[in-house]
């Protein structure tokens, strides 16, 4: 799948599911849920242990209809590491000029984190594909993905941290293209336990929210 693919699926979702687990098999069992909920696209966060491989895994079994990214990647080495393990996205909580050059190279999205104006220039000038507005619900929530609209009409923005079934609606009539969304989406306690048909629930209403959030932002304009 190409970058321009790639992207196109994640705006058409509108929500990437960033997984925290205690274990790789925790984290596989989140993606199952989120997918079970409609949403095929799942974040393996670096913080998981063994992420690269639980990445791999999840490339052979899944099958192309479920993007597999890779989060929390803080350089370029590990950037490579994820790409070569089958990871078809790249997110970082920051952003690293080396991380972003690596990943476009090699045809692959890319999306880092950015919170200031200054940061969104330099990401773009460097070939970010997208970019993670982190920590969103920190700074102003829907309300600073809106301004920064005003200056960034066409950057796509995804906004992490601050993101839940309360505000997702507002951060898509905002102007976000997609959402990041994390224990909100996949709770640790649910995974613990072993019943998540309360992750996969969580999923379908995030999807129904922002499925209707658009429909009335596109009626209304």
């Keep these: ?21 205690a274990s790789a098999e925790l984290a596989i069992r989140a993606a199952d849920a989120v997918c079970a909920g409609g949403i095929p696209i799942v974040e393996i966060t670096m913080t998981v242990p063994g992420a690269v491989d639980v990445i791999a895994r999840l490339a ?3 099958g192309k209809g479920v993007l597999i990214g890779a989060g929390t990647v803080f350089d370029a080495k590990t950037a490579r590491h994820c790409i070569d393990a089958g990871a078809q996205f790249i997110v970082s909580p920051g952003f690293d ?3 972003v050059k690596l990943v476009r190279s090699k045809n692959v999205l890319v999306i880092p984190g950015v919170l200031t104006p200054t940061e969104i220039i330099a990401a773009l000038q460097t070939g970010a594909d997208m970019v993670k507005i982190f920590p969103c619900g920190t700074v102003g929530g829907a309300k600073y993905i809106a301004a920064l609209r005003g200056p960034f009409p066409d950057v796509p923005m995804i906004p992490t941290g601050g993101v839940s ?11 976000a293209v997609a959402l990041g969304v994390g224990g909100e989406l ?3 306690a649910a995974l613990k336990s072993g019943v998540t048909a ?3 629930e969580t999923a379908r209403q995030f999807v129904t929210i922002v499925r209707d959030a658009r ?3 596109t009626t209304n304009n």
């Design 1 to 21: 799948m190409t970058r321009e693919e790639t992207q196109k699926r994640i705006i058409d979702v509108g929500i990437i599911p960033v997984v925290r687990a």
């Design 60 to 62: 052979h079994s899944v």
């Design 97 to 99: 000029a080396d991380t």
């Design 165 to 175: 079934l309360q505000t997702a609606a507002d951060f898509i009539r905002a102007g």
């Design 186 to 188: 996949v709770s640790g």
């Design 198 to 200: 309360g992750i996969t």
């Design 215 to 217: 429909q009335a932002s």
